[in-house]
């Protein structure tokens, strides 16, 4: 796991590490300079990129590099796919939303067998993404690195999740001039763990 000031996992087992590529979501009440954007979730594909790295005596130094790297590919798809492809990170193991109640889920639907594996989760702790985070398509900045545990409703071995190695998505400071609601790409690591 890339160094953090996390709370460690404990004597939980690391399950599955992916490669999250997709938007932080915003709204804004106001397009004034006295409004603030709030977040309304995310949503991401997540790329099986442990399979691969486990047995990849550099994965220690290619970790910091892919969020970054897959972000700026993000802008062309066609690029993007042939990176993953040839990397062997291809294969779409599920997707990352938020819940009609608000609730991060990480669902990896393309898991088998059933039931698959399904983190619902809430946040225990943060920290700031590094200095040497990429800092996003337009430079808005790296979002937080997060620890975030079973909310009592996972399913399929998964309980905890870690947003590491951020790349992009956080909002601008203000709602000055923004719509009502809108999008800013990035991608993140996510470290999920389950019961040995």
Known sequence: M???????PGDLQLKYVVLGIG???????????????????????????????????????????LSGLALSLSLF????????????YQKVLGKHYFSADKVPTFSLSNVKPLPFPQAMVTKNDTM?????ACPGLKGEGAVLW??????????????TVYRLETAGGNAPKTCDKMAASFTVPYAAQYWIYGDK
């Open 77 to 88: 798809p066609t690029q993007l796919s042939w990176y993953l492809s040839l990397s062997g």
């Open 2 to 8: 890339p160094e953090n000031t996390l709370p460690p």
């Open 23 to 65: 938007t932080q979501n915003y709204t804004c009440v106001t397009s004034d300079s006295s409004s603030v954007p709030v977040s309304i979730g995310a949503i991401a594909n997540l790329y099986d990129i442990g399979t691969r790295l486990s047995n990849d005596p550099l994965a220690s130094y290619k970790l910091p590099t």
């Open 146 to 159: 997060l620890k975030l545990n079973d909310n009592g409703f996972s399913v399929g071995g998964v309980n």
């Open 128 to 132: 700031n993404a590094p200095k040497t």
